[in-house]
């Protein structure tokens, strides 16, 4: 059975923190972690697990956020969905797990699964190397934004940033990469 312990809102971001814009989940659950909201838990991953299913029984609302490949041109337009249970594609438990087939999981294993959404950020370089894009730095304030929004129909309490945090309203992303030529095999063009 799941730890009774876990929180009741559960925010994982996942990414190659190698990729430069993939780490774009990555780092905005980190800053998530930072705001340290009552029964918010904050998970910073490199990839969606089987074994995060017991997490999940235990959370009322799970936000996943993720970098999706843009255009560097485009617009820094997040987009937010909610989720459903996917239970028909275990075979996808062999490569890449998606968050619906892992609440479907969820909800097979442990017979509940929470409330969910979808963060996808924009960026736009998934090259190898550290720092984000143009497009990647601007939206990640949106998706920030959103997630507060999100949390707080939830019934989380207002974010208080540890002295060590940056503010969410101004993020402070890394630096922009210079070279966006190269796709990454997970966030197809």
């Known amino acids: 059975m799941p730890d009774s312990r876990t929180a009741s809102i559960l925010v994982i971001g996942y990414g190659n923190t190698l990729r430069r814009d993939d780490a774009l989940g990555c780092m905005i659950a980190d800053l998530v972690g930072c705001w340290q909201r009552p029964g918010v838990r904050s998970m910073s991953l490199a990839q969606l697990t089987p074994e995060l299913a ?7 609302t799970a936000v996943f956020v993720d970098a999706r490949k843009c255009s560097p ?7 937010v969905e ?23 999981l969820c909800k097979a294993a442990f017979g509940q699964c929470p409330g969910a959404w979808q ?16 497009l990647a730095g601007r939206a990640m304030g949106q998706a920030l934004g959103i997630i507060e929004t999100l949390l ?38």
């Open 152 to 189: 707080a129909r939830a019934g989380s309490p207002e974010p208080v940033p540890a002295p060590e945090c940056p503010d969410s309203g101004s993020p402070q992303a890394p630096p922009a990469s210079q070279d966006s030529e190269h796709e990454h095999a997970h966030h197809p063009g």
């Open 119 to 134: 963060v996808s950020v924009p960026g736009s370089d998934f090259s190898f190397g550290e720092g984000l894009s143009d």
């Open 73 to 79: 041109s485009s617009e820094p337009t997040v987009h």
């Open 82 to 104: 909610p989720l459903s249970p996917r239970g028909e594609d275990w075979a996808s438990l062999v490569h890449a797990l998606t968050p619906s087939v892992l609440l479907g």
């Open 54 to 60: 017991a997490e999940l029984a235990a959370a009322e």
